[in-house]
């Protein structure tokens, strides 16, 4: 029976020192932490997009480091254009036309 005490005390004082390390890694990476990226952060630039006169822009979505904006344009089509947000260049431009009939 008393050897089983010692055992029991004896996981006790280890468990005790494990959440204590734990607890030191955790201060240690909060004080010590590295940054989150070495990359250069990109500075925004002005671009500018140039519509057909009387066009409209209906919706604008990012997603995946793209910006997409979807254009009415003034004769009834729609026209969509991809954009790179790192390079700020454009990537594509779509026209939705329909199928004559």
Not at 25 to 32: E, G, K, L, N, S
Not at 85 to 98: K, P
Request: aromatic share 2%; glycine share 12%.
């Amino acid at each position: 029976m008393r050897a089983l005490k010692l055992l029991v005390i004896g996981l006790g004082v280890l468990l005790l020192l494990g959440i204590g390390a734990l607890a030191a890694a955790v201060v240690w990476r909060i004080d010590h932490g590295r940054p989150l990226s070495s990359r250069p952060v990109p500075t925004a630039a002005a671009q500018r997009i140039v519509l057909p006169a009387g066009a409209k822009v209906i919706a604008i979505d990012v997603n995946a480091g793209r910006l997409v904006a979807r254009v009415e344009l003034p004769g009834g089509g729609v026209r969509v254009l991809v954009f790179d947000l790192a390079t700020g260049g454009e990537v594509a431009t779509i026209d939705l036309v329909t199928q004559a009939q």
